[in-house]
T-cell receptor, first 114, second 116 residues
């Protein structure tokens, strides 16, 4: 079955430190890949997406992600975390096709200490 | 562009009543919309896929008679929670696939339902 795995439920980093959130997918073919952020009580905001091409993808708020086919991974990174980055982060994937559903990972809660 | 609006953003109702949530694509047409449910501190779980002019496809374990989905036009899908109970309290989020676009889905702001 198709799935998205986020191994880390909760991560705490100090403000200014670097961040890497892990995401692995299990699909027959390389799916479209996404990272979303959700603040408490809010909807989702798209950080970045990967469809094809350059495996290093730049997103908003200084985030980037690297697609590694050999590892079936799409890890999210940020070189210097700000306190406002504290939120829930979801990795998601979907196959091509209009009716193809988007499958979410379980999420990683990021806490930022000052 | 590609804005999806949900209404209401929050609703409180009594147990046994029905609640309708609307999902509108404001500036594009969507042949397919998806409804998700999110319980506190959990991920988003797909409830159903809604196609314009046809019956929705429900995920395993989702009661189609309880969660009625209607996709009457290319810009509107509705989710009706019938005979709501406290266990239906959740955050419901819709997303839409723009006609001609098979990549990114566009999400509404979500609707928080609290059943007393």
């Amino acid at each position: 079955a198709q799935s998205v795995t986020q191994p880390d439920i909760h991560i705490t980093v100090s403000e200014g430190a670097s961040l890497e959130l892990r995401c692995n997918y299990s699909y027959g073919a390389t799916p479209y890949l996404f990272w979303y952020v959700q603040s408490p009580g809010q909807g989702l905001q798209l950080l970045l997406k990967y469809f094809s091409g350059d495996t290093l993808v730049q997103g908003i708020k200084g985030f980037e992600a690297e697609f590694k086919r050999s590892q079936s991974s799409f890890n999210l990174r940020k070189p210097s975390v700000h306190w406002s980055d504290a939120a829930e982060y979801f990795c998601a994937a979907r196959n091509t096709g209009t009716a193809s559903k988007l499958t979410f990972g379980t999420g990683t809660r990021l806490q930022v200490t000052l | 562009g590609a804005v999806v609006s949900q209404h209401p953003s929050w609703v409180i109702c009594k147990s046994g009543t029905s609640v309708k949530i609307e999902c509108r694509s404001l500036d594009f047409q969507a042949t397919t919309m998806f409804w998700y449910r999110q319980f506190p501190k959990q991920s988003l779980m797909l409830m159903a896929t809604s196609n314009e002019g046809s019956k929705a496809t429900y995920e395993q374990g989702v009661e189609k008679d309880k969660f009625l989905i209607n996709h009457a036009s290319l810009t509107l899908s509705t989710l009706t929670v019938t005979s709501a109970h406290p266990e239906d309290s959740s955050f419901y989020i819709c997303s839409a696939n723009r006609v001609g676009n098979t990549g990114e889905l566009f999400f509404g702001e979500g609707s928080r339902l609290t059943v007393l």
